[in-house]
């Protein structure tokens, strides 16, 4: 996949923990809560969390990595914990030449952990303004969601097991997301990850379906109460009526509300690519996955999404490559697993096959796998047994991500059995058939009345979705009228010319929005779209301007380049003599031998 470059992008790398090894999971989680702070803002790519900790304990190239993610920017730091006082260390790095644009150091207490976050994402976002252009930066970014940080750290601890996405893991997290209710039941975000946790194995039948559906509603809705502007609990609630309901229409709805609170999230627009599966809206599916895909580009699940879209299609090259893609992200991925045996049975490649199922320990039902290519293909390139394949089916331990035995009956002929299957799992809403109307396996018995009655009975109109589209906005119109312009306009140059507030090192978008008594917005899109420059280059102009004047000043022949460039405003060797061969097409000491 090519990854196109963002100039307003940024890449939060996994925290780096000081200290004792069981606070690692305080580390990842400030990096994750600064991630979901800066995805905030509009026309700020943001890469997700999944691709950002695929760098956890790597060593950092920034333009390697940059190259990866496709952003111009990286944050790093560390984080320590030290009895009730938390210690941050954060840079902010550009990806093409190393540099470092901002760095600083936080000492404060631990019950403060939410301001903090607040603060650093700010300076983030400020910093990435100034550098490579305009976006509308809120007042707050991250507003306290609990006033119990041990509440916040079960919170936290349940999180980093959620995110490992198995079965076993996800249960465990649930006792951290129970801790965390006990702590503060009105922690809203702890009601929507227990909520989603049990509906996800309710829909995968790792719980009992219906209790845990119920228990499922029942956080995410008590969640809502607490915080109804909540982009997670609106995605909880959209994969809960997908993945537990196969309700389109509420899906949809809660999906789209998250993806407007939020517009950067991977996360949802992979659900959203889910449901438009689910209804057989396959390219509106891919267009999803794409753009899920920009923000997260080493992602394994996003790569199995495409892939299995890809197969929907029978292009069955391609959706092998981006499976193994996924695989060589995550080699235990399950469901890339069991595709790639879907593919090649579908596909008649019993070469490939064969070698997969030898080479893929892991595989649930191997032994239906073969089974399903012989009949389907009318080959007896296995041969088995039938007692071997029903033997292999009563002793799985755990719930199969294929409907493997209703392919079997199908393809044996029993199809009237297959039917009354297949209307069993459609009743339950299995996870195995949730995108069942392009199940290529499902061809034979599409032109029974029998399917066509279990299609309508899932795809009626209380259930259909009225589906907005959720882009990028245009970009807003001047905010100023002609007059004001002008006054802003005049307001600029007289601080820059007169009081030559240019000079100092430390100056700020905000700090030069003060002088002027504007809006930092404000003059943020005055500077990019009035004037065409960023912060940094509108000012850096001056300062380069102050140096040539000073250069060729003989009472300053004693002074050394870079002592007038520091005089001028500069408070980097790296970014003068960048800056001013961008500006002049020379160095500053070719620009003074040719001006003296």
């Known amino acids: 996949m090519q990854i196109s470059f ?3 992008s940024i890449a939060v790398l996994p925290f780096l923990n000081i200290g004792k090894a069981e606070n690692e999971y305080f580390a990842d989680g400030i990096t994750e809560e600064i991630i979901n702070a800066l995805t905030k803002i509009e026309g700020l790519k943001v890469t997700a969390r999944t691709s950002s900790f695929f760098y956890k304990n790597k060593p950092l ?15 790093e730091g560390s984080a320590r914990i030290i009895k009730d006082r938390v210690r941050i260390t954060a840079q902010l790095i550009r990806t093409d030449n190393g540099f470092h644009i901002w760095s600083e150091n936080f000492d404060r207490d631990l019950a403060d952990i939410f301001e903090l976050q607040d603060e650093i994402s700010l300076l983030i976002a400020d910093k990435i303004r100034e550098n490579f252009g305009h976006f509308e930066l809120q007042e707050q970014l991250v507003a ?35 801790k965390s209710i006990a702590l503060d039941a009105t922690y809203a975000d702890a009601h929507f990850e227990k909520g989603w946790c049990i509906g996800m194995l309710a829909s995968w039948g790792y719980w009992e379906r219906a209790r845990g559906l119920a228990e499922a509603d029942r956080h995410i809705d008590t969640g809502l109460k607490i915080n109804p502007d909540s982009a997670m609990g609106h995605y909880a609630k959209g994969t809960l009526s997908f993945w537990g309901y196969w309700n389109y229409k509420d899906a949809f709805e809660h999906l789209q509300k998250s993806l407007t609170i939020n517009p950067n999230s991977s996360e949802v627009r992979d659900a959203m690519a889910d449901a438009f599966a689910g209804l057989g809206q396959v390219d509106d599916a891919l267009t999803s996955n794409e753009i899920a895909l920009r923000l997260n580009p080493l992602s394994a699940n996003l790569y199995f999404t495409k892939g299995n879209m890809l197969y929907f299609k029978r292009q069955f090259k391609e959706a092998i490559a981006l499976f193994d893609r996924a695989l060589s992200l995550d080699p235990t991925f399950q469901l890339a697993l069991e595709m790639k045996a879907a593919a090649y ?34 080959e007896a390139f296995f041969n088995l047994p039938q007692k071997e394949v029903e033997k292999e089916h009563l002793e799985a331990n755990a719930p199969s991500l294929r409907a493997w035995d209703l392919y079997l009956k199908i393809y044996r002929g029993e199809h009237r059995a297959a039917l009354a299957l297949l209307k069993e799992l459609v009743n339950e809403r299995s ?21 066509r009655e279990i299609e309508a009975s899932v795809f009626h109109d209380a259930v259909m979705p009225q589906i907005k589209s959720v882009s990028e906005k245009a970009v807003p119109s001047s905010p100023f009228d002609h007059d004001e312009l002008e006054i802003y306009v005049t307001a600029i140059a007289s601080v820059m010319d007169e009081d030559q507030l240019f000079t100092d090192p430390e100056l700020s978008l905000k700090q030069l929005a003060s002088d002027i008594d504007l809006h930092p917005n404000k003059l943020s899109w005055l500077l990019n779209n009035h004037f065409g420059k960023n912060f940094n280059d509108f000012i850096n ?30 408070n980097s060797k790296t970014v003068f003599n960048t800056f001013f061969k961008r500006e002049t097409g020379m160095t500053p000491k070719q620009w003074v031998r040719a001006n003296s």
């Not at 940080?149 to 465990?172: F, P, Q």
């Not at 996870?431 to 399917?451: C, H, I, K, V």
């Open 144 to 178: 306290a969601p609990t006033k119990n940080i041990e509440a916040y750290k079960e919170l936290l601890k349940g999180r980093e097991l959620r995110m490992r996405w198995n079965g076993k893991d996800v249960k465990t997290a649930i006792n951290h997301f129970d």
């Open 541 to 570: 102009q001056y300062r380069i301007k102050e140096f040539q004047k000073l250069a060729i000043h003989p009472e300053n022949k004693h002074i050394t380049l870079l002592g007038l460039a520091y005089d001028s405003g500069f």
């Open 61 to 75: 190239d920034a333009r390697k990595i940059g190259n990866e993610l496709g952003v111009e920017t990286l944050l």
């Open 6 to 8: 963002h100039s307003k």
């Open 345 to 378: 049975i579908v596909n008649g490649q019993k070469k490939e096959l064969k070698q997969h199922l030898k080479a893929a320990q892991k595989l649930q039902r191997p032994k239906s796998c073969m089974a399903i290519y012989d009949l389907m293909h009318k």
């Open 431 to 451: 996870g195995q058939l949730f995108s069942f109307r392009n199940d290529l396996f499902l061809a034979p018995l599409r032109n029974y009345p029998e399917y």
